[in-house]
């Protein structure tokens, strides 16, 4: 059996919840014999996992003395965060590349990727947040210094919200008084997508929360991870603290 998360931290009394949808590109065996037909080399690119990310979720919620759920399965498979209705759930095509095991996914294989994969990791997700009234959500994502074809993305972290600014625009504040940071506002996408996983564990909830964006070249070792871990954990406190969320 394919597990489909990891919780660490899991009785760590903090109010927050740190989360990484995008944490693994592993594939399981009962998706295409364990591959989705691309290159190791593909598989390794932001387009499977988000680069990195783990590492920072997981020294961000040691640091904060909070739990950290992290998904098990790449977001090739089937990516937690988007709606069940998302029409990118399942990508066909991606920066360039096209998926083969998904080109003509069936109804059958799209169900077994949603029942075994999808639904009990926000099941988890859900379970977590709900353990204290007062949780805030932070999530955390990396993203790729340039698409194909595209310009290159000058920030090294950004900042995602929708409706729900109360941590996150005195959070963007806050990390542009750092004077080596170039800093997004909503950048280098913007908001939520209506079902995504802020949407619904957090904004459903009006539960504080913030997606945290880091670009992917500068969190590649552990070492790195870690010093962005415990360099993010003490602002997003004091943030919170100061403005009362």
């Known amino acids: 059996m394919h597990q489909p998360y990891h919780i660490e931290g899991g009785s760590r009394p903090a109010r927050w ?44 919620a040691a640091a904060l003395d909070a739990p950290a ?3 098990n399965f790449s977001r090739l498979v089937i ?6 209705d998302d029409p990118t759930l399942v990508m066909k095509l991606y920066d360039g ?4 095991a998904n080109r003509h996914v069936s109804d059958e294989d799209f ?11 926000h099941t988890a997700l859900a379970e977590l947040a709900a353990r204290r009234a007062d949780t805030v959500i932070v999530s955390v994502h990396s993203f790729t210094p340039q698409f194909r074809g595209r310009p290159p993305r000058p920030w090294h ?50 539960r504080p929360n913030v997606l945290i964006e880091l670009r992917n070249d500068l969190i590649e070792t552990r070492e790195a991870q870690a010093a962005w871990g415990a360099r993010l954990a003490p602002i997003l406190a004091d943030v919170a603290a100061r403005v009362g969320v």
């Open 17 to 60: 919840i740190v989360t990484c949808d995008h944490a693994t590109n592993a594939v399981p065996d009962f998706v295409g014999g364990g591959s989705l037909g691309i290159s190791p080399s593909d598989m390794a690119r932001h387009i499977a996992y988000d680069v990195g990310a783990a590492g920072v979720a997981r020294a961000l």
């Open 69 to 71: 759920i992290l998904s």
């Open 79 to 84: 990516d937690p965060n988007r709606g069940e």
């Open 111 to 121: 169900l077994r990727r949603l029942n075994r994969l999808y639904r009990p990791y």
């Open 97 to 100: 590349t096209v998926i083969p």
């Open 157 to 206: 972290i950004g900042l995602l919200y929708a409706a729900d600014t109360r941590l996150a625009r005195p959070l963007v504040a806050r990390l542009r008084e750092e004077p080596d940071l170039c800093v997004g506002d909503n950048e280098p996408y913007g908001g939520h997508l209506p079902g995504d996983s802020i949407a619904r564990h957090a904004i459903a909830f009006e």
